[in-house]
């Protein structure tokens, strides 16, 4: 008895002390959970400043509300409560069943006027809680039969309801955990969902289905968001996505039922004005990033809400005016939609207290639109047996249109084959024609050939007689004084030959000593000595001529040879000495080089064709000065590389690009017949190499060679 009459007094003094103006809540049954949202005292801090002391002599407002409802607001609010444990347990567990509130911290008023603090929210990561659940819980330590006071500070960027519920750790798990069981069936119903349009996306590549399942993804996503469990499962570790989420995922909510809609409904053909407002809101819709980047909480979820209440309208006006035109698809979509915004109705009517919150409101939003993608998804299985039926009527449209085609073509038939037979008649007389035409171009082009071959020659002919007639002139020449030597050395030897005969030895030697003084035989021993060099010489050089003929030609070597391409050059130069003009300088910058395989016969007819257009070239400037021909050779890779420059006239663009075609020549007619680089470029490809032509008017031309090491890798 003594004990009941403190307790109650204590009651009495604690009320007295905390200046409690509210009624304060009694728990007393351990097994039922309690909401306290009518119990609680509201006060809204508008200038987001006032400290845990300040609010507590402001004045508070009853709330009078199961579930006070705080709307979007930016300003901090203030929620008062006293609770008194007349129940068993000593510890009590108060849960905010609002996951997404960005902030919440609850104050324990003690006796001695100090207090305790509790401070959670979105700012921080999930693991920081303490406690593996999306809703706000803490636990208050009340003595049994014992009062204490506990203040609440919230604030949110979204809609801020507080269903508070009190009671014990179990009560609370067993209601949750219903929670999370039916969570769980939308969840699975819309996976579901998902992946049967995913499925029938892959069969039929129709990008609707696609944006449908993107649809479905993000409809879900914005449940497990709103629910909390996308901060507590997909990114527990991530503060500013919890915070951004709630305007994030439903945007691209939107935006994806915006497309799907577009495409379901071909609003384009069917109601290009709704169309066009549909892209009106899809912009609204990503302007509301801006915000939401910018940590506008506020403006970010005002801008959501009134797209999503504009898009929502709209879709329905779109669907109703293209189901008038007896489009099945906006019929089904009229039903789903209905029952989506049904939903929505029932969600926004609890938010203003209309509605009392209770589990049907809770649901309201996941039943909508689990319904809503059930019926969509009905819809667009019929469209496949639309789509279905309009192949079947066009494939019996495009058997009859067959049949008539063949008819029309047996008709046809007739008619071609009679002009089939004329125009064949025709063809083979203009292709004997064209024959007759092909045989004589070939005649023509082989002639051509064979006198570029024969100018060529003639070319290689005059070289070859000047350079061996200079030897030659000069082993003649040295032949008479030869002769005259010899019959004095004869006349000599005469004379000796008579001492055998005379009795007079020294009478005869006097005569022999004078017509030696007479002939000046130290004389006649240098000149023969010398006129025999000179024949000598001339033998070599005739044989030097003889062996670069043989070097050039290379007619005992038909086939695929190791040479040293410094020899071709060499012989060539040989075989053109006597076309270079004297002012010419020949530069000779020879590299080091392995032997190439190669036709070696052809390789040295690219140099004579090249040499002797540069010395053409070199020739037909106006004014000689400092002329050069120089050649260079050096080794890239697994190339050679021979670059022939001269001082030449050069060439345009124009010519350069042509200077390979067949029978194209710069110069006059009767000079050239055109086929002397057109040869060149056939031989060198030939031998898998490649030529490049640097040149321009009046700086002369360089021709760069690259020709394999190996011709046989290159086959």
């Given at each position: 008895?003594?004990?009941?009459?403190?307790?109650?007094?204590?009651?009495?003094?604690?009320?007295?002390?905390?200046?409690?103006?509210?009624?304060?809540?009694?728990?007393?049954?351990?097994?039922?959970?309690?909401?306290?949202?009518?119990?609680?005292?509201?006060?809204?801090?508008?200038?987001?400043?006032?400290?845990?002391?300040?609010?507590?002599?402001?004045?508070?407002?009853?709330?009078?509300?199961?579930?006070?409802?705080?709307?979007?607001?930016?300003?901090?609010?203030?929620?008062?409560?006293?609770?008194?444990?007349?129940?068993?347990?000593?510890?009590?567990?108060?849960?905010?069943?609002?996951?997404?509130?960005?902030?919440?911290?609850?104050?324990?008023?003690?006796?001695?006027?100090?207090?305790?603090?509790?401070?959670?929210?979105?700012?921080?990561?999930?693991?920081?809680?303490?406690?593996?659940?999306?809703?706000?819980?803490?636990?208050?330590?009340?003595?049994?039969?014992?009062?204490?006071?506990?203040?609440?500070?919230?604030?949110a960027g979204e809609q801020l309801q507080l269903p508070?519920?009190?009671?014990?750790?179990?009560?609370?798990?067993?209601?949750?955990?219903?929670?999370?069981?039916?969570?769980?069936?939308?969840?699975?119903?819309?996976?579901?969902?998902?992946?049967?349009?995913?499925?029938?996306?892959?069969?039929?590549?129709?990008?609707?289905?696609?944006?449908?399942?993107?649809?479905?993804?993000?409809?879900?996503?914005?449940?497990?968001?709103?629910?909390?469990?996308?901060?507590?499962?997909?990114?527990?570790?991530?503060?500013?996505?919890?915070?951004?989420?709630?305007?994030?995922?439903?945007?691209?909510?939107?935006?994806?039922?915006?497309?799907?809609?577009?495409?379901?409904?071909?609003?384009?053909?069917?109601?290009?004005?709704?169309?066009?407002?549909?892209?009106?809101?899809?912009?609204?819709?990503?302007?509301?990033?801006?915000?939401?980047?910018?940590?506008?909480?506020?403006?970010?979820?005002?801008?959501?809400?009134?797209?999503?209440?504009?898009?929502?309208?709209?879709?329905?006006?779109?669907?109703?005016?293209?189901?008038?035109?007896?489009?099945?698809?906006?019929?089904?979509?009229?039903?789903?939609?209905?029952?989506?915004?049904?939903?929505?109705?029932?969600?926004?009517?609890?938010?203003?207290?209309?509605?009392?919150?209770?589990?049907?409101?809770?649901?309201?939003?996941?039943?909508?639109?689990?319904?809503?993608?059930?019926?969509?998804?009905?819809?667009?299985?019929?469209?496949?047996?639309?789509?279905?039926?309009?192949?079947?009527?066009?494939?019996?449209?495009?058997?009859?249109?067959?049949?008539?085609?063949?008819?029309?073509?047996?008709?046809?038939?007739?008619?071609?084959?009679?002009?089939?037979?004329?125009?064949?008649?025709?063809?083979?007389?203009?292709?004997?024609?064209?024959?007759?035409?092909?045989?004589?171009?070939?005649?023509?082009?082989?002639?051509?050939?064979?006198?570029?071959?024969?100018?060529?020659?003639?070319?290689?002919?005059?070289?070859?007689?000047?350079?061996?007639?200079?030897?030659?002139?000069?082993?003649?020449?040295?032949?008479?004084p030869l002769k005259l030597d010899i019959a004095d050395?004869?006349?000599?030897?005469?004379?000796?030959?008579?001492?055998?005969?005379?009795?007079?030895?020294?009478?005869?030697?006097?005569?022999?000593?004078?017509?030696?003084?007479?002939?000046?035989?130290?004389?006649?021993?240098?000149?023969?000595?010398?006129?025999?060099?000179?024949?000598?010489?001339?033998?070599?050089?005739?044989?030097?001529?003889?062996?670069?003929?043989?070097?050039?030609?290379?007619?005992?070597?038909?086939?695929?040879?190791?040479?040293?391409?410094?020899?071709?050059?060499?012989?060539?130069?040989?075989?053109?000495?006597?076309?270079?003009?004297?002012?010419?300088?020949?530069?000779?910058?020879?590299?080091?080089?392995?032997?190439?395989?190669?036709?070696?016969?052809?390789?040295?007819?690219?140099?004579?064709?090249?040499?002797?257009?540069?010395?053409?070239?070199?020739?037909?400037?106006?004014?000689?000065?400092?002329?050069?021909?120089?050649?260079?050779?050096?080794?890239?890779?697994?190339?050679?590389?021979?670059?022939?420059?001269?001082?030449?006239?050069?060439?345009?663009?124009?010519?350069?690009?042509?200077?390979?075609?067949?029978?194209?020549?710069?110069?006059?007619?009767?000079?050239?017949?055109?086929?002397?680089?057109?040869?060149?470029?056939?031989?060198?490809?030939?031998?898998?190499?490649?030529?490049?032509?640097?040149?321009?008017?009046?700086?002369?031309?360089?021709?760069?060679?690259?020709?394999?090491?190996?011709?046989?890798?290159?086959?």
């Amino acid at each position: 008895m003594f004990s009941k009459a403190f307790a109650l007094w204590s009651v009495i003094t604690l009320a007295i002390v905390f200046n409690l103006s509210a009624q304060t809540i009694v728990f007393k049954d351990n097994k039922r959970l309690l909401q306290i949202g009518r119990y609680l005292e509201l006060y809204t801090d508008k200038s987001n400043q006032l400290s845990f002391e300040e609010v507590q002599h402001q004045s508070f407002s009853p709330s009078g509300q199961d579930v006070p409802n705080l709307q979007i607001t930016p300003y901090t609010q203030w929620a008062r409560f006293s609770i008194t444990n007349n129940s068993t347990a000593n510890h009590l567990m108060l849960e905010v069943e609002s996951p997404t509130i960005d902030d919440i911290t609850i104050y324990e008023r003690r006796p001695d006027g100090s207090y305790a603090t509790t401070r959670l929210g979105e700012f921080v990561p999930f693991q920081a809680r303490g406690y593996d659940h999306q809703n706000y819980r803490f636990k208050l330590a009340i003595p049994r039969d014992s009062t204490k006071q506990y203040y609440l500070r919230v604030k949110a960027g979204e809609q801020l309801q507080l269903p508070i519920y009190l009671g014990t750790a179990e009560t609370i798990y067993e209601k949750n955990s219903r929670r999370d069981i039916i969570f769980g069936i939308y969840i699975g119903v819309i996976l579901a969902m998902a992946f049967y349009n995913l499925f029938i996306w892959l069969s039929t590549r129709d990008k609707s289905y696609l944006t449908y399942v993107s649809y479905i993804i993000f409809v879900g996503l914005t449940q497990v968001t709103l629910q909390g469990y996308a901060f507590r499962f997909l990114w527990p570790g991530s503060s500013w996505l919890a915070m951004h989420s709630t305007v994030l995922v439903p945007v691209f909510n939107g935006l994806t039922a915006l497309w799907f809609i577009q495409q379901f409904l071909s609003t384009r053909e069917n109601y290009p004005l709704g169309n066009k407002l549909i892209n009106v809101v899809i912009g609204l819709y990503l302007l509301c990033l801006i915000p939401t980047f910018l940590n506008k909480y506020v403006m970010a979820q005002l801008f959501v809400q009134f797209d999503a209440f504009i898009g929502a309208l709209l879709v329905l006006v779109v669907a109703y005016r293209i189901s008038r035109k007896g489009v099945n698809a906006a019929m089904f979509f009229l039903l789903a939609w209905s029952v989506f915004l049904l939903s929505i109705f029932v969600f926004v009517l609890r938010n203003f207290n209309v509605l009392p919150y209770n589990n049907f409101t809770f649901y309201a939003l996941q039943i909508g639109s689990g319904l809503e993608v059930l019926l969509l998804s009905f819809a667009l299985a019929h469209r496949i047996n639309v789509f279905k039926a309009e192949k079947e009527a066009s494939q019996q449209m495009a058997l009859a249109i067959s049949m008539e085609n063949e008819r029309l073509v047996r008709e046809q038939n007739i008619i071609l084959e009679s002009k089939v037979k004329d125009r064949t008649e025709d063809l083979q007389a203009t292709n004997l024609e064209l024959n007759n035409a092909l045989t004589t171009l070939k005649e023509a082009q082989t002639q051509l050939v064979e006198k570029e071959k024969m100018a060529s020659l003639g070319q290689l002919t005059a070289g070859i007689a000047h350079e061996i007639n200079n030897p030659i002139n000069f082993v003649t020449s040295n032949i008479k004084p030869l002769k005259l030597d010899i019959a004095d050395l004869e006349s000599l030897l005469e004379k000796y030959n008579e001492l055998h005969t005379t009795q007079d030895i020294p009478g005869t030697l006097a005569k022999i000593n004078a017509f030696k003084r007479e002939i000046d035989i130290d004389y006649i021993h240098e000149e023969i000595a010398s006129l025999i060099k000179g024949i000598e010489d001339g033998a070599v050089r005739t044989a030097e001529i003889v062996k670069g003929l043989r070097t050039f030609s290379r007619l005992d070597e038909s086939d695929v040879k190791s040479i040293d391409i410094h020899e071709g050059l060499d012989s060539t130069l040989v075989l053109l000495r006597n076309a270079i003009p004297s002012y010419v300088n020949l530069i000779k910058d020879y590299g080091s080089l392995p032997k190439i395989e190669c036709y070696a016969g052809k390789v040295n007819q690219v140099f004579m064709n090249i040499f002797s257009n540069a010395i053409n070239a070199i020739k037909s400037k106006p004014v000689h000065g400092n002329e050069f021909l120089s050649i260079k050779t050096a080794q890239e890779d697994n190339y050679v590389v021979i670059t022939i420059k001269d001082s030449g006239i050069g060439m345009s663009d124009a010519v350069k690009e042509k200077i390979f075609d067949p029978f194209f020549t710069t110069k006059d007619v009767g000079e050239g017949t055109g086929l002397g680089l057109s040869i060149v470029f056939s031989i060198i490809e030939k031998h898998k190499g490649k030529i490049i032509v640097n040149s321009a008017p009046g700086e002369g031309a360089e021709f760069i060679i690259y020709l394999p090491l190996h011709i046989a890798n290159h086959l």
